[in-house]
């Protein structure tokens, strides 16, 4: 793990290539101590990048070819500048050629760059004495992904230039004043006519009844997509791609096709939903399984009936514009049928996309390919619905989306992006205040270099496809566009270290992708966090997340007028249980139960409810709630606690409206608890059902709280 050993005993090229590749050799720890990182560790983090660190002599020659890489490039991989900004872009070729550089822009026209008067002295590339020319680029560009072509005597080279948002636009909705919304886990939410899952004609629902009560939007888990094969993962922030969405989540009757159907297929449809529907009544642990087992037949059957030519049309567009990654992802997804999982027990020919594709698997499953193709075409549609369904009444910016941080060690991403994905390592958290040991959330990450290469495409698809029908996205952990903790594989998270990525690409693509979609971005920006990154997301026009039980300014909750204005606020979130089971210490009793506790449980109570009044006293001095004020009254009072506050968005979980009170995910368990399988109960215990929301009185009475809060 990492110690407090001075820094000269690490070897001073080992320092040098760990500095060169954005690899923290020290960091100051959660109690401010200055941390010393093992030399194993950053060598077990600089082979993941594909370096050679085996010996000093290895070392020094890759830390000659990363300096290097700049140089063996005419053009960097990508150019990303900020809007209304002069950017310089550095030029490399033989020293004395001339060079001249244009900006193609992505209407057709173009513009030349000016040279600038800049001395950088020439290098020594593999022979040849290589100068650098350093270039302007206007600062009128548009937004927008450009091509910038260098013209040389030795023939043309080019790499896309991105000009992002120097600050995010908000959506129109929320340039008129702050809304607030549901946050809720879309699989918890059902109704009469779900097939034991909510599913995507829930949210519509859904987002029709939060309009009617005054919500402008409702913030869903991840809808990524995890396993095809059982056992599916319960966990929405561990899918197997980011990109594409769980087909768990679509209403088999709104598939138009169905109408279509045989008399013979369609009561075989109906039958299929009545094997599983008698679960959404069930208040015990939700089947994923056993509802995509049932929907997957029934789609099966939809999909065999085939499409009209003007519906086949647009499936073909549909493909067309998410190809090459949508047919990687069916492929893989078919694979994993064909041979189940792990992927790592796949014969050689299904190995990768270049051997499943020149082995002929890919031809000899085009079929379910094809299938599971459809099937994300059936997503986008119904994504599409729900949207507009969300947007109609004109409140608020609809459907905000939540990006998890990372993927599935075995999944489609790792088996399809290659090496833009970094082998033997894993990401996490450092020890911390709340987690001692650290965490590992066993997701692979991107490679800093590589996703520079790749021109940072896979990242913009990927935001792109996610933001297609959406108002907003929420960015879990947004801390990870700075720095990730680093774990080798089989270490303790406590011997991780940092790793620095491009901010300034991963962010501006971020926000010029949501500003072409209209939409609002909130990072996650809780726990250890730098205080400059929170200034910097201000700036470019990014909410933060503000916590009631976490917003603290020293040793004192801070008053509401203090919150940030940039900011969804909210009184709780899907890692703590609902506000009911809070206030009753429930999250101190599971985690007694599981033996997560590092001090007896009275001292954690003892804590705990002094903490809690912390606030709660906060709110009674306001007036908001009454000595003897019960556990209904008391979360409606934190709310309107909270809606004191400046911050553009305020957010409602779904569970504090029915008076739920069990915890939807326990940090720090996998097997030990059910996470991420609790359907929507009410405080007894018993199911709420989407069909009785509108008419819930717990649940109406906290929407007006609100609403009214918001609107004095």
Not at 49 to 69: F, I, N, Q
Not at 247 to 269: C, I, K, Q, S
Not at 310 to 321: I, P
Request: charged share 25%; aromatic share 6%; glycine share 8%.
């Amino acid at each position: 793990m990492a110690t407090d050993v001075p820094s000269a005993e690490l070897r001073a090229d080992l320092i040098d290539l760990a500095t060169a590749c954005g690899v923290a050799t020290t960091f100051d720890d959660w109690q401010g101590r200055k941390t010393t990182v093992p030399a194993a560790t950053i060598t077990a983090v600089l082979t993941a990048m594909g370096l050679d660190v085996s010996t000093p002599l290895a070392t020094r020659e890759a830390l000659h070819e990363v300096k290097l890489r700049p140089w063996r490039r005419v053009l960097p991989p990508v150019v990303v500048a900020r809007e209304g900004r002069l950017h310089q872009v550095p030029v490399h070729v033989p020293h004395g050629d001339p060079v001249d550089v244009v900006v193609e822009l992505e209407g057709g026209d173009w513009a030349p760059l000016r040279q600038v008067d800049r001395w950088v002295d020439p290098v020594h590339v593999d022979g040849v004495l290589t100068g650098r020319a350093t270039f302007e680029l206007p600062d009128d560009l548009p937004l927008g992904w450009h091509v910038l072509r260098a013209r040389t005597p030795a023939g043309v080279s080019e790499c896309p230039c991105v000009v992002t948002p120097d600050v995010l636009d908000l959506p129109l909705t929320l340039q008129t004043g702050r809304s607030w919304g549901y946050q809720t886990q879309l699989y918890s939410v059902r109704s009469s006519r779900s097939w034991g899952v909510g599913d995507l004609a829930d949210l519509a629902e859904l987002s029709a009844v939060a309009a009617g009560q005054g919500a402008g939007w409702i913030l869903v888990n991840p809808l990524a997509a995890a396993q095809p094969v059982p056992p599916m993962e319960a966990s929405p922030y561990l899918p197997t791609t980011r990109r594409f969405v769980n087909p768990l989540y679509l209403r088999v009757e709104d598939v138009r096709e169905v109408a279509y159907l045989t008399p013979g297929d369609r009561a075989l449809v109906e039958r299929l939903a009545e094997r599983v529907r008698p679960a959404d009544h069930d208040p015990g642990q939700i089947d994923r399984d056993a509802a995509w087992a049932a929907k997957k037949q029934a789609l099966e059957v939809v999909f065999a009936h085939g499409r009209t030519p003007a519906r086949e049309a647009a499936f073909r567009r549909y493909v067309a514009a998410e190809d090459p990654g949508l047919t990687g992802f069916a492929t893989w997804c078919a694979l994993a049928e064909r041979f189940g999982l792990p992927a790592a027990d796949w014969p050689a020919e299904a190995a990768s996309p270049a051997a499943a594709e020149a082995s002929g698997l890919s031809a000899e499953l085009a079929e379910r390919v094809e299938f599971h193709r459809w099937l994300q075409w059936q997503c986008d549609e119904q994504l599409r619905t729900a949207q507009d369904a969300a947007t109609a009444p004109g409140t608020g910016p609809g459907i905000v989306h939540d990006l998890a941080v990372g993927v599935h060690p075995d999944g489609a991403d790792v088996w399809s992006l290659g090496d833009a994905l970094a082998h033997g390592v894993t990401v996490g958290a450092p020890p911390d205040a709340f987690n001692q040991q650290g965490q590992d959330w066993s997701q692979p990450p991107w490679r800093p270099d590589r996703l520079a290469e790749l021109a940072y495409v896979p990242f913009r698809d990927m935001v792109r496809t996610i933001l297609r029908h959406a108002g907003g996205l929420r960015v879990d952990h947004v801390i990870g566009l700075f720095r990730l903790w680093w774990i080798p594989q089989d270490a303790s998270p406590a011997a991780g270290t940092y790793v620095r990525f491009d901010h300034e690409a991963l962010i501006g693509i971020l926000a010029l992708e949501a500003q072409r979609a209209g939409a609002v971005l909130v990072g996650e920006d809780l726990g250890t966090v730098e205080p400059w990154v929170r200034d910097y997301l201000a700036d470019r026009g990014i909410l933060g997340s503000a916590v009631l039980w976490f917003e603290y300014d020293g040793e004192r909750p801070k008053a509401p007028e203090a919150y940030r204005e940039l900011a969804l606020a909210s009184v709780t979130v899907h890692d703590l249980p609902p506000t009911a089971g809070y206030l009753a210490q429930e999250h101190v009793a599971l985690r007694d139960r599981l033996g997560l506790l590092t001090r007896p449980v009275e001292q954690e109570r003892a804590q705990d409810a002094a903490e809690q009044e912390r606030i709660l006293g906060l709110v009674r001095d306001r007036g908001l709630l009454a000595e003897d004020a019960d556990e209904q009254a008391t979360v409606e009072a934190l709310h309107r606690y909270l809606a004191l506050s400046p911050s553009l968005l305020v957010g409602v979980s779904l569970v504090d409206a029915v008076g739920d009170r069990r915890t939807q995910n326990q940090p720090g368990t996998s097997l030990e608890y059910p996470n991420w399988r609790m359907p929507l109960t009410g405080p007894d215990g018993e199911v709420v059902l989407l069909d009785d929301l509108a008419s819930n009185p717990r649940a109406r009475s906290l929407a007006r709280a609100v609403d009214e809060a918001l609107r004095d």
